[in-house]
């Protein structure tokens, strides 16, 4: 894990000199989470994120997560952008990979989505879909292996501010963030705030309610996920 870590930070780091040609920094996040759950009990998770806008057209995501639930996910998000007179259109790729180790598992997750952002609004709708199997269970075995060729994904999310305000909070109701993907009538509630102490420097809080179980997938109950970080931009 360390290893994958400081690939994450060198490639965020070599991105950063092709981000030069837009007007947009490379924003690095960190984030330490708590959350309870009967699945899991008590358990936290360590984030790191990236934001990297290679031009003014086209930007990426890359995050990582590590749980003391012994999983772990790595998310890669391509986005290209549309500027429009009024807002933003962009056209979004997913991949998610997480692997479960106490079950010796795997969750792959492909997802593709059309969005747009105003100054107090995005909205996304797309689709995506799920493979995920046992790593030691045997090849193409239907006890085993689920395939889901289809899921509707959406986003929906209100800002009480200009999302360029130096602070602001964030209403949501979406079945996907950073390190999940969840089924259409299982949606995820957000609540989210910023505010920026220093131009370059962001505190991050946030709350979700969220289902859970085993691949978040079955269950019938939602459980509460508190966030804390920072997020620093390289210019």
């Known amino acids: ?32 989470e708590y959350a309870y759950n009967p ?4 358990f936290g998770n360590f984030d790191l994120q990236a934001l990297i806008p290679l031009n003014r057209h086209f930007e990426l995501d890359a995050n990582l997560q590590a749980s003391t639930a012994n999983y772990y996910t790595a998310a890669l998000n391509t986005r290209a952008l549309f500027p429009l007179p009024v807002g933003e259109l962009f056209f979004e790729n997913r991949l998610l990979y997480k692997y479960i180790a106490r079950s010796s598992a795997y969750d ?6 059309l969005g747009y952002r105003m100054d107090y609004v995005n909205v996304q709708i797309g689709c995506f879909s799920r493979f995920f ?16 060729p289809f899921n509707l994904l959406y986003r929906v999310e209100a800002f009480v501010r200009p999302q360029t305000s130096p602070w602001n909070l964030s209403f949501g109701a979406c079945n996907v963030d950073e390190y999940q993907m969840e089924r259409m009538w299982q949606p995820i509630f957000t ?30 109950f939602y459980a509460l996920h508190a966030r804390l ?6 210019r």
Request: aromatic share 10%.
């Open 133 to 148: 199997d046992r790593l030691n269970g045997p090849w193409h075995s239907e006890e085993e292996t689920v395939i889901e």
């Open 229 to 234: 970080g920072i997020a620093y931009r390289l």
């Open 191 to 220: 609540l989210a705030g910023r505010y920026n102490p220093m131009p370059r420097l962001s505190v991050l809080a946030g709350i979700e309610c969220k289902p859970t179980g085993m691949f978040h997938l079955n269950a019938q």
């Open 108 to 113: 792959f997750d492909l997802a593709l989505a």
């Open 1 to 32: 894990m360390r290893k994958i870590t400081l690939t994450f930070v060198l490639c965020c780091l070599c991105y950063s000199l092709l981000a030069q040609i837009t007007d947009r920094p490379v924003e690095l996040r960190f984030f330490g």
């Open 39 to 42: 699945t899991y009990e008590h």
